[in-house]
């Protein structure tokens, strides 16, 4: 049985109502992005943010009718389109997927299918102590933190910008 020293960090996702699991290597690096990008105060400061581990909804690859924004002009990140449909930042529920172990996304998880953004992973609440008690036998470091998973998931990201 090969243990794992990789780093998760999990909690409640208040859009889903259930658990979601990330990677915490880059959770810091994509939460510091949904940040910046909420708090840049015009079209230009948005296009600015350097994103690394997430695509830019404002920046130069999307062609949406944003692109007719001056860079003076006031920026609201609720209003960005990849924001407003639902599809940036990406769902965080998706995350269980690439980092739980299948036998145990098998066992706790459900696989959820949406209409627009694909597959996600459900995680009952109450599954929370046996499935962190499961990883960290297995050698995975597990922290819980609420506000980063649902800044992550998006969840309330108009109030970041005030």
């Keep these: 049985m ?3 020293h990789q780093h998760l960090v999990y909690g409640h996702a208040t859009n889903h109502d259930c658990l979601a699991f990330i990677d915490a290597a880059t959770a810091a690096g ?7 990008l909420a708090t840049a105060r015009t079209w230009g400061d948005a296009r600015q943010v350097q994103m690394t581990h997430l695509s830019h909804p404002a920046g130069p690859d999307c062609y949406e009718p944003e692109d007719g924004y001056g860079d003076d002009e006031p920026f609201h990140i609720t ?11 990406p769902m965080v529920t998706t995350r269980a997927l690439d980092v739980l172990p299948q036998d145990l996304r098998d066992r706790y998880g459900k696989l959820v299918l949406t209409v627009h953004t694909g597959e996600y992973l459900e995680v009952p609440l109450d599954c929370e102590t046996e499935l962190v008690a499961e990883l960290r036998g ?5 922290t819980r933190n609420d506000e980063l998973i649902n800044l992550l998931d998006g969840f309330s990201l108009g109030s970041l910008a005030s």
């Design 79 to 89: 209003e960005v389109g990849a924001v407003v449909e639902g599809y940036w930042p």
């Design 2 to 4: 090969t243990t794992h």
């Design 30 to 36: 994509e939460a510091a992005e949904i940040r910046a």
């Design 138 to 142: 297995r050698g995975y470091e597990v």
